[in-house]
């Protein structure tokens, strides 16, 4: 599995960008798998949103091949 160091603040306005884009999903149309989407991408930006308000200078998250991807397919 990868992981890379990315920066927290461009992260947290990507995963806002793909909640934006899941939340334009008709209701009707909302699977279990997006469901699960919507959750994992809440969580990364909650995550994204703690380093970036971080006092310590270090403004950065680490994220996997797999969860960057998850963000990059949405925005």
Same mark, same amino acid.
């Given at each position: $599995?990868?992981?890379?160091? !990315?920066?927290?603040? @461009?992260?947290?306005? %990507?995963?806002?960008?793909?909640?934006?884009?899941? =939340?334009?999903?008709?209701?009707?149309? /909302?699977?279990? %798998?997006?469901? @699960?989407?919507? !959750? $994992?991408?809440? /969580?990364?930006? %909650? !995550?994204? /949103?703690?380093? %970036?308000e971080s006092k310590n200078?270090?403004?950065?998250?680490? !994220?996997?091949? =797999?969860?960057?991807?998850?963000?990059?397919?949405?925005?």
């Open positions: $599995m990868s992981y890379a160091a !990315l920066d927290a603040v @461009r992260i947290t306005k %990507a995963c806002k960008t793909a909640l934006h884009v899941l =939340e334009t999903v008709e209701e009707q149309d /909302r699977t279990e %798998a997006h469901q @699960r989407k919507t !959750l $994992m991408i809440q /969580r990364i930006e %909650a !995550l994204a /949103r703690a380093a %970036a200078g270090d403004q950065a998250i680490t !994220l996997t091949s =797999e969860e960057f991807w998850l963000i990059s397919q949405n925005w």
